[in-house]
């Protein structure tokens, strides 16, 4: 049995899909999607294998590839309603992977505030938060990049640290502003920059996958979660915003009751 069958196998034939948390995509619809990343992950090592037997070893790119498919796979399990119990495992797979990843003309700063951003969320092991800390430093001071791309500041509040690197992201810039204010006024300006999230992105490659139908994952504001739940800040006036993973942000509290 793979992946997504140990994950999802239910034998009762009856109807006990969980709650949808994403919008417009149905439960059907992302169970689809996880075969998907599980064959294309499959098919990677499969690949991996021969380009080990050819060349030696594989490179950071091959790692990191399938590190992203296991992303894309905690994602989807979020979005049709599963526990963090059984997305987290899959996302530590991610981050291993990841981490394995690095190369010196890595520039993918979107995908390292995801990556702090989620981690934080999931309450990832210190052992595997080392790995994300490694690996954006190693591309801070190592990287080949231009130094406008390396990692922002909001990047590093997001791992507990401080720095001062204006992004080259309009949207990363505002949150970062927005941690810089007391509770008091960063609960409001967190509300209305949930409300034009979706549009201050409207250049990033998932925008509008799901009218596309370009392997829709949801979208959420993981940034924005990890923010709140790093600040300690009252989510009560957004916590019903289509962006925001409330649960995901309360759910030690849920563990708790």
């Not at 991996?48 to 894309?72: A, I, M, Q, W």
């Not at 119990?85 to 981050?95: D, G, H, K, Q, S």
């Not at 509008?208 to 709140?228: K, M, P, Q, T």
Request: glycine share 6%; with cysteine.
């Amino acid at each position: 049995m793979g992946l997504l069958g140990k994950l999802f196998g239910r034998g009762s034939g009856k109807d006990d899909s969980p709650k949808i948390r994403a919008q417009y995509k149905n439960y059907k619809y992302f169970k689809k999607q996880l075969a998907l990343w599980e064959y294309f992950i499959k098919e990677n090592n499969e690949n991996d294998v021969k380009y080990k037997e050819e060349h030696g070893d594989v490179t950071p790119f091959h790692h990191r590839s399938t590190g992203s498919l296991y992303n894309c796979m905690a994602d989807c399990m979020y979005s049709m309603g599963d526990s963090v119990e059984n997305i987290r495992p899959v996302f530590l797979t991610a981050i291993d992977l990841f981490a394995k990843g690095w190369a010196e003309n890595f520039s993918g700063m979107a995908e390292l505030v995801e990556i702090a951003a989620k981690s934080v969320l999931l309450d990832i092991p210190d052992e595997y938060f080392d790995k994300v800390k490694e690996f954006m430093h190693k591309t801070y001071d190592s990287s080949k990049i231009k130094n406008m791309w390396k990692p922002d500041s909001l990047t590093f509040f997001l791992i507990g640290e401080e720095t001062e690197r204006k992004s080259q992201v309009p949207a990363f810039e505002k949150l970062y502003k927005i941690t810089r204010l007391p509770k008091e006024k960063a609960e409001p300006k967190i509300k209305a920059y949930l409300e034009g999230w979706y549009k201050m992105h409207s250049d990033a490659p998932w925008y509008d996958a799901h009218i596309r139908n370009l392997r829709y994952r949801g979208y959420w504001a993981w940034e924005v979660a990890a923010v709140v739940k790093l600040m300690g800040l009252d989510d009560e006036s957004f916590k019903d915003n289509p962006y925001y993973p409330y649960d995901l942000v309360h759910y030690r509290d849920q563990v708790a009751l």
